[in-house]
């Protein structure tokens, strides 16, 4: 049984920061890609941030220059730094990863249950 278990989410005031963690466990062999996407009401979910095993990571063009992915591998965990939040930013952020379960042949996407980030103007 894998799980992505996310935290961090909250209420903060435009120009503040905030920083949510996903935290991926159970019967894990690999993790490839990891990442953040959101979804505000009434919007389609969109992707946030992505970084791959490794690799460098990518932004939407709204949040760069404001928001850093980082993972920790050793952790099987994610981060996603917000900073200089706005209204618009306000939106439920889930986090996924691309994981490959012990014992099972190919990997899956893996999604968090979301954690609602609102900003205030």
């Known amino acids: 049984q894998v799980q992505l278990v996310e935290s961090g989410g909250g209420l903060v005031q435009a120009g503040g920061s905030l920083r949510l963690s996903c935290a991926a466990s159970?019967?894990?062999?690999?993790?490839?890609?990891m990442g953040w996407y959101r979804q505000a009401p009434g919007k389609q979910r969109e992707v946030v941030a992505g970084?791959?095993?490794?690799?460098?990571?990518n932004y939407a063009n709204s949040v760069k220059g404001r928001f850093t992915i980082s993972r920790d591998n050793a952790k099987n965990t994610v981060y996603l730094q917000m900073n200089i939040l706005r209204p618009e930013d306000t939106a439920v952020y889930y986090c996924?990863?691309?994981?490959?379960?012990?014992?099972?042949?190919?990997?899956?996407?893996?999604w968090g249950q979301g954690t609602q980030v609102t900003v205030s103007s």
């Open positions: 970084i791959a095993s490794g690799g460098s990571p």
């Open positions: 159970g019967s894990i062999f690999s993790i490839t890609a």
């Open positions: 996924y990863a691309a994981i490959w379960p012990i014992g099972v042949p190919s990997s899956y996407d893996y």
